[in-house]
C-alpha cells in the first residue's frame, strides 16, 4: 500500500509477483518466453512458466526457507534463470543473483556472507 499525500488516501498497490501471477492467470496458453537458439526455438506459456514458479517456490519450502531467507541463483541468461528467479520471490524469499563468470573465490565468499 502507498499513501498518496495529495489526495489524503491510500492506494492498493500490488507486488511485481502478484502482477506476474495475475499475467499469467489470465492467459495461460499464450507464449510468456522464448528462446531461439542453433537448433530452433523453444517457447514456454505462462501457464507453464506459472506452474514451474509454484513448483519452485514449494521444494523451496519443503528445503525449510522461509519469508525472508537468502536464495543465491547462478547461470546464463535463459527462460530458466527467470523462472528460478520467480520462484524464489513467490516463495517470500530474497534472491541474490551471482554472476556465472565471476571467480570461484568470490563466489565463495558471497555465498558465505
Same mark, same amino acid.
Given at each position: ?10 492506494? *492498493? !498497490? ?9 499475467? /499469467? ?16 526455438? *523453444?517457447? +514456454?506459456?505462462?501457464?507453464?512458466? $506459472? ?5 519452485? /517456490?514449494?521444494? &523451496? ?20 534463470? /527467470?523462472?528460478?528467479? $520467480?520462484?524464489?520471490?513467490? %516463495?517470500?524469499?530474497?534472491? !541474490? ?6 571467480? *570461484? +573465490?568470490? &563466489? %565463495? &565468499? !558471497? /555465498?558465505?556472507?
Amino acid at each position: 500500500m502507498l499513501f498518496d499525500n495529495t489526495v489524503n488516501r491510500v492506494i *492498493e !498497490t500490488q507486488s511485481f509477483c502478484q502482477r506476474v501471477v495475475d499475467a /499469467a492467470s489470465a492467459r495461460p496458453d499464450k507464449v510468456a518466453m522464448m528462446l531461439i537458439g542453433p537448433k530452433g526455438s *523453444e517457447s +514456454t506459456t505462462f501457464g507453464s512458466m $506459472l506452474s514451474q514458479i509454484r513448483s519452485i /517456490a514449494y521444494r &523451496l519450502g519443503q528445503e525449510q526457507i522461509a519469508f525472508g531467507d537468502r536464495v543465491a541463483i547462478i547461470g546464463e541468461n535463459h527462460p530458466h534463470w /527467470a523462472i528460478a528467479y $520467480l520462484g524464489i520471490i513467490y %516463495r517470500g524469499a530474497v534472491v !541474490t543473483p551471482l554472476d556465472p563468470a565471476a571467480r *570461484e +573465490t568470490y &563466489l %565463495r &565468499l !558471497t /555465498a558465505a556472507a
